[in-house]
């Protein structure tokens, strides 16, 4: 199809233009010369980088289709020209058309939102909506005349091209104004697209064309729109609040429409104001926006407010049926962020003779703060209450008079004052009785707006309402406001009691604790697993907002699950305020950068229990500091021990071991300063990468339960419990509980736990669904050294056995009895974790400055490996890291089941082999598939695609038994020069063969012995 179109003129813009196949074209050509118009404003914020125009698409032919979007990078040095015309030809034939006006700074497949948009912007708009005049008619109003002017099918949009740029908090703020100003639509949010010009509008039949009119190009002075914020030119304006909809019946909206004056009722009923008076704008935009102002001042609430605005027996419901539910709702939580912005804080009241004697009064009466007013100060209060009331009421008459309007705001705000004398919970009863109930007066209707009793509730808590609590800590602070908060309860039983209690609560909170948190980003909300309450007095009862101890510590003041979870989400929206604290919960090192190497610890901070921490710092006395103070370590289960300088030789004597010779690939003492290492590990979590799983391996009788429950005392102060986990669901359980995993006796495991193991090992992060709920999750951050006690060593995957730390254990070394030997444990505690203490010191004071690279080996525990090679220089000793941690690595090798298989299977091969074949010279050379034949018997029955899996499984498993092989004296390899046969491995057995069967057969040993008689 010919995609050619001809220029659409404005006196031409009601022309349809029909082309190939019936379809109405775009005309390029205008929307060309509005994108580079666009684009040329915008281009300079993108500077020396880089932002994204976004283009959205919707078939206005579909009821509630949905809107695609799509964006263009562009970067400062590209032309206007080049990016309209790609911009141009990403229109689709068939579609509405909009563009973002302000660039995104991010790139998003969908509509971006408003944190994907740029922060500044040197274009802003109005949209005024179902109109067919001129932009001329709003010229009186706006500060300057728009540089260009969009009609858009149905209405008008003007944009206006700043001579330098404005924060979008700005901006907005700005085209709010304007949008009151002039009656336009509501569609100041920054992440607003708006139809493009030279692209059809569908929502009609016929299709009309929108059309571009170019007034002037000459940017406008950004100074004059900024006039228009006042002082408040350099703030930024909170985002509105959400409202929370519900189902309403048919008599709550009855009753809100009884309380509305009859201009308003009718207009809602019809969608048409009966008595606009002065109002030049009579859109659907502007009737609903009136109709919101009205509803709200008569108090009716948000979500009865919507239910009657997208109820289609009213004639107002016209908007929203066309813009949709989402809209109405932004309308709403944007009327009452601007009532909120211009609510009067404060003012200050002065008026004639009635009102000064209550001024006089109110200068001369108690302080209003105080909580236990005398019964005639309440009763002069009500008094006054009453008298403002009834002249309230006299007044609403003389609504249109400036005078009385003037007067009527101020006698509203000389009641909120006298109302706060009176205690909370007799404010609505009290004030309520002074009006007849059945006469929905304009008193009665404002004392039942929300943002009354809203300014009553600030008011009250403006100052420190807990100033007058008797002394006490904040068990007694707790107590008050418990009883306080039930009192309010058991009066009011509505949403002001709520707030109140929220609020009441919070301050309670500020008095018996602080606040902080541990996420150090400055962008984007705080998550509520970051923040912490850490109550006066008591260190160790800090909690996390989101979790358990916190929402049962608030129902502890008596506020029930709704409130507290409410609460708790105010806590979190205001927790960019919050102290920040470093965060130990998977660290128990606080690294720091430094010269010539990455990851230098600064200071360590040890759990002491009961809240207390010890913190290191090189060539500085150990020192004590509380939890939440610099550093917040979540609950690790240590109980309380003390710190004594100078201990000596109980660490030794915890940690040392006795191996089995045949099974074990370490000597005693290298074996002993490994578990050593690994105990003081426990202390500096985090300075690994992978944290060494601890297998205890043995026969039955050997101690292993007994070395396993020894290192939990001495670490935490307490024993293991007697049924020890054994599924994925009780280890996460145990984890968010304790700083030590113990699993004894553990001779196989299910894949599911195998995968938790491997990610302890790791610390990676857990999460599962709550019990009993099908929303929300558990999630586990895991600061837990594990220890595993079995017989067996074959029980574990490889990639999670090159994470163990396998001790084969020989007969015990002490000679106590099991409970002997643990409460030796118990009583030397302090000394031991003391000892420890002081040798971490050592290795901090040692380790700085110098380069970790020295230590790297090839292991997948040498984030580990460098650690206590570290200490064993700062201790004097000399690990030959080779030999240990090849040692080690054949150890894990071999507690792998599929290799320790394969090995078994080439063993059992090799024999068969040299009977019956006798190779020379002790040598078999074949491919990888053919080794696969030789040793799966099953693998001729293979299909092809499954057999060649089969062999590129060998050849893994030669890769991974190679060492393990070589220890035996078998040499597994490939040839040096690459084979036309593909891959080949080639095993030399000689060693192997003449160390385990000829010199076992003839009794003399060595590779020189007798050769093999026939």
């Given at each position: 199809m010919n995609m050619d179109v001809l220029a659409v003129s404005l006196d031409e813009e009601q022309t349809i233009s029909r082309q190939q196949g019936g379809e109405f074209l775009p005309n390029l050509e205008v929307a060309r010369t509005f994108l580079r118009k666009l684009v040329a404003a915008q281009l300079p914020l993108a500077g020396?980088?880089?932002?994204?125009?976004?283009?959205?698409?919707?078939?206005?032919?579909?009821?509630?289709?949905?809107?695609?979007?799509?964006?263009?990078?562009?970067?400062?040095?590209?032309?206007?020209?080049?990016?309209?015309?790609?911009?141009?030809?990403?229109?689709?034939?068939?579609?509405?058309?909009?563009?973002?006006?302000?660039?995104?700074?991010?790139?998003?497949?969908s509509h971006a939102t408003k944190d994907q948009v740029h922060t500044r912007t040197r274009v802003l708009w109005l949209d005024i909506d179902d109109f067919s005049g001129s932009w001329q008619d709003f010229a009186e109003k706006l500060p300057a005349s728009p540089n260009w002017v969009t009609h858009s099918g149905h209405g008008l949009h003007l944009y206006f091209h700043l001579d330098k740029p404005v924060f979008i908090e700005q901006a907005e703020s700005i085209m709010r104004e304007l949008a009151e100003r002039i009656g336009a639509d509501h569609t100041f949010d920054r992440a607003r697209v708006l139809r493009i010009p030279g692209t059809w509008n569908r929502k009609s039949e016929p299709p009309v064309l929108a059309t571009?009119?170019?007034?002037?190009?000459?940017?406008?002075?950004?100074?004059?729109?900024?006039?228009?914020?006042?002082?408040?030119?350099?703030t930024t304006v909170a985002p509105p609040e959400e409202i929370e909809l519900r189902e309403v019946s048919e008599e709550e909206i009855e009753e809100a429409l009884d309380v509305l004056p009859w201009r308003i009722r009718k207009l809602i009923e019809t969608g048409e104001d009966p008595e606009p008076g002065e109002r030049k704008d009579d859109s659907r935009s502007a009737n609903q926006y009136t109709a919101i102002v009205h509803m709200l001042d008569a108090g009716i609430e948000p979500a009865v407010i919507y239910a009657i605005l997208s109820d289609p027996s009213f004639g107002i419901s016209e908007r929203t049926k066309e813009r949709g539910p989402q809209v109405l709702k932004r309308d709403i939580e944007r009327a009452l962020a601007k009532r909120a912005a211009r609510e009067p804080q404060g003012a200050d009241v002065s008026f004639e003779h009635t009102i000064a004697l209550w001024e006089k009064w109110l200068a001369k009466s108690p302080d209003p703060h105080r909580w236990a007013a005398s019964q005639?100060?309440?009763?002069?209060?009500?008094?006054?209450?009453?008298?403002?009331?009834?002249?309230?009421?006299?007044?609403?008459?003389?609504?249109?008079?400036?005078?009385?309007?003037?007067?009527?705001?101020?006698?509203?705000?000389?009641?909120?004052?006298?109302?706060?004398?009176?205690?909370?919970?007799?404010?609505?009863?009290?004030?309520?009785?002074?009006?007849?109930?059945?006469?929905?007066?304009?008193?009665?209707?404002?004392?039942?707006?929300?943002?009354?009793?809203?300014?009553?509730?600030?008011?009250?808590?403006?100052?420190?309402?807990?100033?007058?609590?008797?002394?006490?800590?904040?068990?007694?602070i707790q107590r008050f406001a418990r009883d306080e908060i039930a009192d309010v309860r058991a009066c009011i039983s509505n949403i002001w009691a709520e707030q109140y209690a929220k609020l009441f609560a919070l301050r309670a909170l500020g008095k018996m604790g602080e606040f902080f948190r541990t996420d150090e980003r400055t962008q984007g909300t705080?998550?509520?697993?970051?923040?912490?309450?850490?109550?006066?007095?008591?260190?160790?009862?800090?909690?996390?907002?989101?979790?358990?101890?916190?929402?049962?510590?608030?129902?502890?003041?008596?506020?029930?699950?709704?409130?507290?979870?409410?609460?708790?989400?105010?806590?979190?929206?205001?927790?960019?305020?919050?102290?920040?604290?470093?965060?130990?919960?998977?660290?128990?090192?606080?690294?720091?950068?430094?010269?010539?190497?990455?990851?230098?610890?600064?200071?360590?901070?040890?759990?002491?229990?009961?809240?207390?921490?010890?913190?290191l710092e090189p060539g500085q006395k150990p020192m004590y500091v509380e939890n939440g103070?610099?550093?917040?370590?979540?609950?690790?289960?240590?109980?309380?021990?003390?710190?004594k300088p100078g201990c000596r030789g109980k660490l030794d004597q915890l940690c040392r071991v006795h191996l089995d010779e045949e099974s074990a690939e370490l000597s005693d003492d290298e074996a002993s300063f490994l578990l050593k290492a690994w105990f003081v590990g426990n202390l500096v979590r985090g300075y690994f990468g992978v944290r060494p799983l601890l297998h205890i391996v043995g026969p039955e009788g050997q101690g292993k339960s007994t070395l396993a429950t020894r290192l939990f005392l001495a670490l935490l102060g307490d024993r293991p419990p007697a049924n020890p986990p054994s599924d994925a669901k009780e280890v996460m359980a145990s984890c968010a509980h304790r700083g030590f995993l113990f699993l004894d006796n553990l001779e196989s495991a299910s894949g599911e736990l195998v995968?938790?193991?491997?990610?302890?090992?790791?610390?990676?992060?857990?999460?599962?669904?709550?019990?009993?709920?099908?929303?929300?999750?558990?999630?586990?951050?895991?600061?837990?050294?594990?220890?595993?006690?079995?017989?067996?060593?074959?029980?574990?995957?490889?990639?999670?056995?090159?994470?163990?730390?396998?001790?084969?254990?020989?007969?015990?070394?002490?000679?106590?009895?099991?409970?002997?030997?643990?409460r030796w444990a118990r009583r030397n505690r302090d000394e031991i974790l003391s000892e420890a203490v002081d040798l971490l010191a050592e290795w901090l004071a040692y380790i700085q400055g110098r380069d970790r690279r020295q230590y790297k080996i090839g292991h997948r525990l040498s984030p580990f490996a460098e650690f206590a090679h570290a200490l064993a220089e700062v201790c004097g000793q000399q690990l030959n890291k080779e030999k240990v941690w090849t040692n080690i690595k054949i150890g894990q090798v071999q507690m792998a089941t599929s290799v320790r298989q394969f090995i078994d299977m080439l063993l059992d091969y090799i024999?068969?082999?040299?009977?019956?074949?006798?190779?020379?010279?002790?040598?078999?050379?074949?491919?990888?598939?053919?080794?696969?034949?030789?040793?799966?018997?099953?693998?001729?029955?293979?299909?092809?695609?499954?057999?060649?899996?089969?062999?590129?499984?060998?050849?893994?498993?030669?890769?991974?038994?190679?060492?393990?092989?070589?220890?035996?004296?078998?040499?597994?390899?490939?040839?040096?020069?690459?084979?036309?046969?593909?891959?080949?491995?080639i095993v030399d057995y000689q060693n192997w063969w003449w160390e385990t069967k000829v010199s076992k057969d003839s009794g003399e040993g060595g590779l020189f012995g007798p050769t093999e008689q026939k």
């Open positions: 020396d980088g880089a932002l994204y125009f976004e283009l959205a698409f919707r078939d206005e032919t579909q009821k509630n289709a949905g809107l695609k979007a799509s964006m263009a990078r562009v970067a400062g040095g590209d032309s206007p020209e080049g990016v309209a015309d790609t911009l141009a030809r990403m229109i689709p034939s068939n579609k509405a058309a909009y563009i973002g006006i302000v660039p995104r700074s991010k790139y998003s497949p571009l009119e170019e007034v002037d190009d000459t940017p406008r002075p950004a100074d004059v729109f900024l006039a228009l914020l006042g002082d408040q030119e350099t005639a100060f309440q009763r002069r209060a009500k008094k006054a209450c009453g008298q403002i009331i009834r002249e309230l009421d006299r007044l609403s008459s003389m609504r249109k008079m400036p005078a009385a309007k003037s007067e009527i705001a101020r006698l509203q705000q000389l009641l909120t004052r006298i109302a706060v004398f009176l205690p909370i919970t007799e404010i609505r009863s009290a004030l309520l009785a002074l009006v007849d109930p059945l006469d929905p007066t304009p008193s009665r209707s404002y004392l039942r707006a929300s943002e009354w009793w809203e300014a009553v509730v600030r008011q009250k808590l403006s100052n420190d309402l807990l100033e007058h609590i008797p002394e006490g800590d904040s068990d007694d705080v998550p509520a697993r970051a923040v912490y309450f850490r109550p006066h007095g008591h260190p160790e009862s800090i909690e996390s907002i989101s979790s358990d101890g916190f929402e049962s510590f608030l129902r502890d003041l008596n506020l029930p699950k709704a409130w507290a979870q409410d609460l708790t989400n105010s806590i979190q929206q205001q927790a960019r305020s919050f102290r920040v604290v470093q965060e130990g919960r998977i660290s128990r090192v606080v690294l720091g950068a430094g010269p010539g190497h990455s990851m230098e610890p600064k200071a360590i901070f040890i759990d002491m229990g009961d809240g207390k921490l010890l913190k103070e610099e550093v917040f370590l979540a609950p690790s289960g240590m109980h309380m021990w003390k710190y995968d938790t193991l491997d990610r302890l090992a790791y610390s990676e992060k857990m999460a599962a669904r709550q019990f009993y709920t099908n929303t929300g999750e558990i999630v586990v951050a895991p600061d837990v050294f594990v220890v595993i006690t079995s017989i067996s060593t074959s029980w574990v995957r490889k990639d999670l056995a090159n994470r163990i730390l396998p001790i084969h254990l020989g007969p015990m070394t002490w000679s106590d009895t099991f409970e002997e030997s643990l024999e068969r082999a040299h009977t019956k074949n006798r190779p020379e010279p002790y040598r078999f050379e074949m491919q990888t598939s053919e080794w696969a034949g030789e040793l799966d018997p099953d693998y001729h029955k293979l299909s092809t695609e499954e057999q060649h899996k089969a062999a590129t499984k060998i050849g893994k498993l030669f890769k991974d038994s190679a060492e393990a092989l070589a220890k035996m004296g078998i040499r597994v390899g490939q040839p040096e020069k690459r084979t036309s046969r593909g891959a080949v491995w």
